[in-house]
């Protein structure tokens, strides 16, 4: 086998000598120039620096204070960011709205809050009524980082839900489910970071109420956040493809280019007329291999009609289109199928010289299983002898 690919390999050098070589050439010089970007003279490239960031958080804090003495509870107690609210004996929600930002260089800001309580009714995508009212309003000026812009607010929870009862029943009743909210739209203006700044915030705060309590559900913290960068010019960087492959690439195809040119001017890789008909004998060997059987033709079988086949895929067809095996006679040296009086037979090309040692053989050359068949030349059955 390693003999028959070495044989192989000869042919195709020596077949394509000039492809080879302009390709592993070309190769070798992309090679070297993949190397020398990567390595000798990368260049620069532009990359977006990080120069200033930035972060700011709105959300809602709430407690209740108690009204009400209870053996469990004290007038004046603050109850603080309960789930639950009881509403004898703590009616009013006390909040604050609070908005802070972070800064990497600098920041000044307006901020004007606005505060509204909504009561209306809602169904399944359609809002029945709304009535809206101003709780409070808030501005400053100078607001910078970390400083905090708090906005208080208070509701009173019993009186909203009158509210509500005396709208419903003016309206006759709606088929909607009531509901109290705080909103609060936050205008910010100014600059940060040195970049101008002109943004509105929304963000809610609801009171749902039931069974003598209320509870309050706000929405998720409103955070923010940004950078500003700038272009700055950097050495360009590359990634293992091309700083491992370059290199790799010119070792391979140098040693190849050498492998090449070496092979032609030693004539390893010269190839005779003769050499390349044993190649293609053996590869045919190779490929027949399931339809040829090692055994001695009878000397009889050669006295009556024989037919000369030019190559073993010939014999082969004859073999296939007579239902009969190849018979391999080594002591001959000849392919051999027995049909009736006839013979047809393929002798082989003339091995190398023996100190060839690619494309000599050695042992069988066929595929068999190591018994001797004697063909019998009157078109019956082979037997087998041992």
């Known amino acids: 086998m390693m003999r028959r690919w070495l044989g192989q390999l000869r042919l195709l050098i020596a077949d394509n000598v000039a492809i080879l070589v302009a390709g592993l050439f070309l190769l070798s010089v992309l090679g070297g120039f993949?190397?020398?970007?990567?390595?000798v003279d990368p260049g620069t490239e532009i990359e977006q620096e990080e120069r200033s960031n930035w972060r700011s958080t709105a959300t809602y804090t709430h407690e209740a204070t108690v009204q009400t003495q209870t053996p469990v509870f004290t007038v004046g107690e603050t109850l603080t960011d309960q789930s639950v609210y009881l509403q004898s004996i703590a009616p009013v929600l006390n909040g604050t709205f609070q908005y802070s930002y972070d800064a990497s260089a600098s920041g000044s800001l307006t901020a004007n809050a606005t505060l509204t309580l909504v009561l209306r009714s809602v169904g399944e995508n359609t809002e029945f009524w709304r009535d809206e009212q101003t709780l409070t309003t808030k501005r400053t000026q100078q607001l910078g980082p970390n400083e905090e812009f708090a906005v208080p607010f208070s509701v009173n929870v019993t009186d909203q839900q009158r509210r509500i009862n005396e709208i419903e029943e003016e309206l006759g009743g709606t088929p909607g489910e009531s509901e109290v909210s705080v909103q609060t739209t936050l205008q910010l203006t100014g600059q940060r970071n040195g970049q101008p700044v002109n943004k509105t915030i929304t963000d809610g705060l609801t009171i749902?109420?039931?069974?003598?309590?209320?509870?309050?559900?706000?929405?998720?913290?409103?955070?923010?956040?940004?950078?500003?960068?700038?272009?700055?010019?950097?050495?360009?960087?590359?990634?293992?493809?091309?700083?491992?492959?370059?290199?790799?690439?010119?070792?391979?195809?140098?040693?190849?280019?050498?492998?090449?040119?070496?092979?032609?001017?030693?004539?390893?890789?010269?190839?005779?007329?003769?050499?390349?008909?044993?190649?293609?004998?053996?590869?045919?060997?190779?490929?027949?291999?399931?339809?040829?059987?090692?055994?001695?033709?009878?000397?009889?079988?050669?006295?009556?009609?024989?037919?000369?086949?030019?190559?073993?895929?010939?014999?082969?067809?004859?073999?296939?289109?007579?239902?009969?095996?190849?018979?391999?006679?080594?002591?001959?040296?000849?392919?051999?199928?027995?049909?009736?009086?006839?013979?047809?037979?393929?002798?082989?090309?003339?091995?190398?010289?023996?100190?060839?040692?690619?494309?000599?053989?050695?042992?069988?050359?066929?595929?068999?299983?190591?018994?001797?068949?004697?063909?019998?030349?009157?078109?019956?059955?082979?037997?087998?002898?041992?």
Do not use: C, K
Request: proline residues 5%; aromatic residues 6%; hydrophobic residues 35%.
């Open 34 to 39: 993949v190397t020398y970007t990567a390595h």
């Open 208 to 386: 749902q109420t039931g069974g003598g309590t209320y509870s309050v559900a706000t929405d998720s913290a409103v955070t923010n956040s940004g950078s500003q960068t700038e272009p700055v010019r950097v050495v360009a960087s590359y990634g293992p493809l091309r700083s491992v492959g370059g290199p790799l690439v010119v070792v391979l195809s140098v040693l190849g280019l050498a492998g090449v040119v070496g092979s032609r001017a030693s004539g390893w890789a010269t190839v005779s007329e003769s050499e390349r008909e044993w190649i293609d004998f053996q590869s045919e060997l190779q490929t027949f291999d399931e339809w040829l059987t090692q055994g001695r033709v009878p000397p009889d079988a050669m006295d009556g009609r024989t037919v000369a086949v030019d190559s073993l895929e010939g014999l082969v067809d004859v073999a296939i289109d007579s239902n009969r095996r190849v018979i391999e006679d080594p002591s001959r040296d000849i392919f051999a199928v027995l049909l009736d009086e006839t013979t047809y037979q393929y002798e082989p090309p003339t091995p190398p010289a023996d100190g060839d040692s690619v494309l000599a053989t050695s042992g069988t050359t066929a595929g068999s299983t190591g018994e001797d068949v004697v063909a019998e030349s009157d078109g019956g059955e082979d037997t087998e002898e041992s």
